[in-house]
């Protein structure tokens, strides 16, 4: 079993920046494939960014070259770094962590975009 705890959410002017956080507890968090989604009102859950057990990335196309996934595994806690922020970023973003079967969600943290 993984607790997921999101934090670092909040409000933000057009332009700014954020680091989101999730922290983990519980089985071998290295192991695991770290994974940030977020869902807008109205619409569906996406994909932002997800980073394997082997540090491998991936990001969606709405947020390359402005946000950067990351993981401390010493800190068992995977990050989101985001830039450059733009109102159609305002989200509850969520952390997901998955190894074979297993699939963990975190409660969600809310990011807005506005001046």
């Known amino acids: 079993q993984v607790q997921l705890v999101e934090s670092g959410g909040g409000l933000v002017q057009p332009g700014g920046s954020l680091r989101l956080s999730c922290a983990a507890s519980g089985s071998i968090f290295s192991l695991y494939a770290m994974g940030w989604y977020r869902q807008a009102p109205g619409k569906q859950r996406e994909l932002v960014a997800t980073i394997t057990s082997a540090r491998s990335t991936n990001y969606a196309d709405s947020v390359k070259g402005r946000f950067t996934i990351f993981r401390d595994n010493a800190k068992r806690t995977a990050y989101l770094q985001m830039n450059s922020l733009k109102p159609e970023d305002t989200a509850v973003y969520y952390c997901?962590?998955?190894?074979?079967?297993?699939?963990?969600w975190g409660q969600g943290t809310q990011v807005t975009v506005s001046s």
């Open positions: 997901r962590a998955t190894m074979n079967q297993y699939d963990y």
